[in-house]
């Protein structure tokens, strides 16, 4: 079982985060400049605040910060093989994969069902603390469907909960930048 939290915006860098009950659980704030996006702020029900600072790479929380060059990569199995599939098949899902550790447990970020859903994976403990992101889409003939991150209950560490959810911004925002280059 899991606990859906709701981005109430399109924009997931300028939004409330919210359960179904309602109440805002995280909210996102973003100041950017002539030369685009500068920080977003992530404050957390919990009092807990995140910071991803778009210009330097790099995430705090709670004061701690950390360069994105150290705390993701793309794993054991990256090659210059692997980098050829991928420019060779652009669709492929199963390539679009990355490893992000703060602490003791590290989390496999990878895309599925064409980029709308977004798993973090633990690769180490209970697979059942997997953390499901799934992506704004929108519709012609009816609702659009908002962004929505589903947490497991039994993950109770809001540390690794707000590290979560900046890795995950930080993948989702870079995956729409590069779509909007593309076209």
Same mark, same amino acid.
């Given at each position: 079982?899991?606990?859906?939290?709701?981005?109430?915006?399109?924009?997931?860098?300028?939004?409330?985060?919210?359960?179904?009950? $309602?109440?805002?659980? =995280?909210?996102?704030?973003?100041?950017?400049?002539?030369?685009?996006?500068?920080?977003?702020?992530?404050?957390?029900?919990?009092?807990?605040?995140?910071?991803?600072?778009?210009?330097?790479?790099?995430?705090?929380?709670? $004061?701690?910060?950390?360069?994105w060059d150290h705390l993701k990569s793309r794993g054991e199995l990256f090659s210059a =093989?692997?980098?050829?599939?991928?420019?060779a098949v652009d669709a492929d899902d199963s390539v679009s994969e990355r490893e992000w550790?703060?602490?003791?447990?590290? +989390?496999?970020?990878? =895309?599925?069902? +064409?980029?709308?859903?977004?798993?973090?994976?633990?690769?180490? $403990?209970?697979?059942?603390?997997?953390?499901? +992101?799934?992506? &704004?889409?929108?519709?012609?003939?009816?609702?659009?469907?908002?962004?929505?991150? &589903? +947490?497991? &209950?039994?993950?109770?560490?809001?540390?690794?909960?707000?590290?979560?959810?900046?890795?995950?911004?930080?993948?989702?925002?870079?995956?729409?930048?590069?779509?909007?280059?593309?076209?």
């Amino acid at each position: 079982m899991s606990i859906a939290l709701t981005f109430v915006a399109k924009d997931l860098l300028d939004s409330a985060v919210v359960g179904p009950e $309602g109440a805002i659980h =995280y909210s996102t704030i973003t100041s950017s400049g002539m030369m685009g996006r500068k920080v977003t702020t992530i404050n957390s029900a919990s009092g807990l605040v995140g910071m991803i600072n778009w210009r330097e790479k790099e995430f705090v929380i709670n $004061g701690v910060q950390r360069k994105w060059d150290h705390l993701k990569s793309r794993g054991e199995l990256f090659s210059a =093989y692997v980098l050829l599939v991928v420019l060779a098949v652009d669709a492929d899902d199963s390539v679009s994969e990355r490893e992000w550790n703060w602490g003791p447990r590290p +989390f496999t970020l990878k =895309y599925h069902d +064409f980029h709308k859903e977004l798993l973090a994976t633990p690769n180490m $403990g209970n697979a059942t603390d997997t953390v499901r +992101f799934m992506t &704004y889409n929108q519709h012609l003939f009816h609702e659009n469907e908002r962004a929505t991150i &589903y +947490f497991p &209950y039994q993950m109770q560490d809001e540390f690794e909960k707000m590290f979560l959810l900046m890795a995950i911004l930080e993948t989702e925002t870079h995956r729409l930048d590069v779509g909007d280059k593309q076209q």
